[in-house]
């Protein structure tokens, strides 16, 4: 290819993604060392000019709020837990379903996983508004326990962590099926017939063949289900009321009705962190898969 | 993988496993036809809903904005993916890919809150020092878009583009023809499937976006999932379950087709011996 063609196709792409992906943490970055005003833009300018005298204000405050009160750490703890245990549950029912499309007959595999994604082509939005109407007090579920007789009071389910635990396994399911499936279906069968020849029993083959061959896939879903999950705001804003405290959640109350960018700058930069050892995992993960 | 008749585990496991995933969409599909207000109690069959939707100014002037947005940030999200696609596959190391490869896949994971607050004071910075853009409205979510489809465009293209018998690129360039031309002759009409998956996921991921377009939105620019929100935050309404199936209808036809398409040039372009 000619240099300048060549140059031109790594160009755009490169030069788009510096920047509006990669400039923009830099500003975050900034930002969160300001100091909110009620003006536009409603912060600070970190670096001043006047009377020949150059100022630098770097505003450590934020960072000291978020340490001091401790309503910030609950909520990145709470976050992390949250999506760990989500996870978790995303991993026990996606990785049998995973595995059992894997195994089924090659021309019924494509349909299977259409039917896998086709949920998440709907609005996510919408489907995590389904969940509502199901869960809520007088929604799908106690209207039938308490009709069969079961219940005579209403179980809340809405507003609960466990409202949340059920979204976000729900919204994410797919993403944790389909690595795990792309894993799967590359094992090679011969490993398995030859264990079974060596007298090996099938649970025991799935532990000490199939389990740790497919660990790149677990690895992969996994992180594309944890890490945006940390972040979520419409699954603990629509399920979990006010009782459920995620960060996401946080940062969006300080953005949108304290209208504190600073705060909300800082705390996007302790989330990013807590993220980045997560991404680098991920991104190792998704490398390989690009550049193989 | 062991292939053959499905199992008992594995008919259990599926059908419980889609059960999970497809009884929520049905029971909004079902009570969208309900006459009554209350969501949960059916009271006889309606299009009363369809109806109330269609004659909603607000509802309707959010979904045109977000198709319009949609379709162009689905557009240049697919020229992008592409360009960094042939950039991850063809182009070998340069100085910086390590950095690329991170920009590609950073955005498949990065919470939506996170984008979103740093393209805002992106657009803020740059309105204060360059004096644009002046306004947020349609341009922002439309740049903010394109970026975060870029990523799922150039996962998709990739993997197609590897599946390519590179040995056609190469004849035809032995032949003597420019590497434009090799692309645009050879490599676009074998990819375009991938193209075409491509711009769907990105339409629809664009078309569903709520949080990173609240954040990157201004006066006059709310889209349909950030009016759905609004009307949803108010309460349950029958009228999103009316919407809820259009879209659930909509988006079944273009996966339908989507996949018709990708399993008919399957057989057709796939390496040798695949």
Redesign the interface.
Known sequence: MSKLGARSVIGVPYVWLLLFFLVPFIIVFKISFSEMQYAIPPYTDLVGWADEVLTINLNLGNYYYLWDDSLYAKAYLSSVRIAFFATIGALIIGYPMAYAIARADASSRNALLMMVMLPSWTSFLIRIYAWVGILKNNGLINNALMSVGIIDQPIAMLNTEFAVYIGIVYAYLPFMILPIYTNLVKLDNSLLEASADLGCPPWKTFLTVTLPLSKAGIIAGSMLVFIPSVGEFVIPEMLGGAETLMIGKVLWQEFFNNRDWPVASAVAIVMLLLLLVPITFFHRYQSRELEA | ???????R???T??SL??F???A??L??VI?SFNKSE????WAGFSFKWYGELFRDPQMLGAAWISLKIAFLAASAAVV??T??S????R?GN?T?KT?????????????????G???L??F??MG?SLGWPGQRGMLTIW??H??FC?AFV??VV??RL?EMDESIEEAAQDLGA???KVFFLVTLPIIAPALMSGWLLAF?LS??D??IA??VSGPGSTTL?MA??SS?RMG?SPQ?NA??TL??LV??I??FIA?WVA?RSLRVTTKVGD
């Not at chain 2, 950095?99 to 996170?114: G, R």
């Open positions: 993988m062991q292939t053959g008749k499905i199992s585990f594995s008919k496991v599926l496993g889609f999970f995933l497809y929520p969409i029971i909004l009570f209350l969501v949960t109690v992008l993916g360009m960094a042939i950039v991850m596959v182009m340069f910086g950095a690329f490869t991170s920009m590609i896949t950073a955005p498949l994971v990065m919470p939506e809150v996170i984008t607050l740093s393209l004071l992106l803020v910075a204060q740049i903010a394109v970026t870029t150039t996962v990739t993997s590897q420019p590497p434009w629809t078309l569903d709520l949080v609240s954040f999932p759905v929100f949803v349950i999103i919407l809820a879209v659930v988006a079944t273009a996966v996949w399993q």
